[in-house]
């Protein structure tokens, strides 16, 4: 369960779709995401989810998007020894990447988009993403919701139907006291 419940986090935040057996609190070097979180909550993400107990998993659900939340990956490049500066204040824009591929000048063409900050295609296609899967999870929501409603809707038909024969018993009960009542006077 909390699997699923994160997966919808991580897609809802980041417009990014995960499996839920692929979520981990303590991500791969190759996932698109990872967490943000309080110190407080640090030790929990030490390990992952699979060797937490029920009260632990129970507590991060609790927390989620209080004290923790998804945010992307951001990671940087192993450069080669030459290349490699002094402090991270000195690397360029073109040092880091999301994922591990190294920007050259025969791939520089296909990561563009996503280096230029002022491009507002990107901005807009990390919006469209973003809004659809937000749109996926609120079909979502509202197939469950929509079952639920279906379910009491089933349900108060029965009391109705009860409520009814209940009626339908009290003004039978209702004349046989009356004629008896004429009889008896």
């Known amino acids: 369960m909390s699997h699923k419940i994160f997966t919808e986090q991580i897609g809802f935040r980041l417009g990014i779709e995960i499996n839920p ?3 981990r609190l303590v991500p791969y070097h190759i996932d698109p995401y990872c967490w943000r979180y309080d110190d407080s909550l640090a030790s929990l993400f030490e390990k992952p989810l699979s060797q937490h ?3 632990v ?3 991060l659900l609790e927390e989620l998007g209080r004290k923790f939340e998804a945010t992307y990956a951001l990671r940087e ?3 080669p020894e030459s290349e490699v500066v002094s402090s991270p204040s000195e ?3 073109k040092e880091l990447l999301l994922g591990e591929r190294i920007l050259s000048s025969d791939n520089k063409e296909q990561f563009s988009p996503l280096l230029d900050d002022n491009d507002p295609q990107v901005g807009l296609r990390q919006q469209v993403q973003k809004l659809g899967s937000q ?3 609120l079909n979502s929501e509202q197939q469950r919701q929509s079952k639920l409603l279906d379910g009491q809707r089933k349900h108060l038909s029965k009391l109705e139907s009860l409520l009814r024969n209940c009626s339908n018993s009290l003004r039978t009960l ?3 006291l ?3 009542e004429k009889q008896s006077a």
């Open 21 to 23: 057996r692929d979520v």
């Open 178 to 180: 009356l004629r008896a």
């Open 174 to 176: 209702d004349g046989r």
């Open 135 to 137: 749109l996926r999870i």
């Open 53 to 55: 107990d029920v009260l």
């Open 77 to 79: 490049i192993q450069l």
């Open 91 to 93: 690397r360029s824009p």
């Open 57 to 59: 998993r129970r507590r």
